[in-house]
């Protein structure tokens, strides 16, 4: 077999290379490949060898192989992608080995591996390592958790006491602010006084010191009236800030102790006696307040008496 240079380089590259000589292992194996019209690259590709090794194969250049083993693998690898008999050609290969007509020299295992054979034995074995540590640490904090829950679970339910005493504290906080609310005529006075559902609670006139006290049960009552400004408001006894200014009517006026109290507006001062109580609750309503059915029925109503007036 011919020695050519130390340096294997692909088909075209090195037009001085000698070529193997007839009837070697590698002439056997070139005369193939080229016979079935491949390149060196796609007889890489087939047997997923290093390139340069199968160029090392054909130029007879098994001193550029990785290890005896490796050239007799590589040769009968490359022999089955070009149609030859892989153990004819595996047993000349050996044969030449065995005469030692070709020095093995020793290459690193990384000019081996071939980046389409996948990750190498020892990556493999490295990755299920760590995989394998990962899923031991992640058992070891489950369980580490698991016991602190285990054993921080008696000592919150041997503690009941403090979180007995701490209930009646959210209930102060949120208990909405209760009174007594009482309506007082400072003169002539109309109004109307309902709850959240629109049922009325008192309908008609005040007198100058009348009084309506609004139900302490009433959900959320609410106030229609023609002059605010005539309408004195006291909480428990205390007198708040007038509803308006009298320039207008107001309506949907909330007049719970909490909604008066929200409404703010300095100290309170002391509400005057009443000095009478109505108990009716029908009266005259304001032009503000009145829909056209009560008019248009008034006005029927004024004209039936009209007609039976007497001659």
Known sequence: MARGSETIMSDGEHPAQAAAAPGTIGARLR???EAQGLSVAEVAARTRVTQRFLEALENDRLDLLPSPTYA????RAYAR???LDPADVGRDIRGEL?????????????EIADPARGPSRGVVIVAAGLALAVL?????????GMMRGTQEAPATAASPTPVAASRPVPAASTAAPAGKVVLTARDEVWMRVYDANNQTLFLGTKKKGETFEVPATADRPMINVGRPDQLAITVDGREVPALGDGKRAIKDVGISAAALAARGGGAATPAAAPTARATGTTGGVPAAFQSPAPAASARAGSASSAGNTPD
């Open 136 to 144: 031991v640490l992640g058992l070891l904090w489950l369980s580490t």
């Open 98 to 110: 065995a005469r030692g007509a070709m020095p093995i020299r020793q290459h690193h295992i990384e």
């Open 31 to 33: 005369a193939a490949r």
């Open 81 to 83: 992608a070009v149609g």
């Open 72 to 75: 007799s693998g590589f040769a």
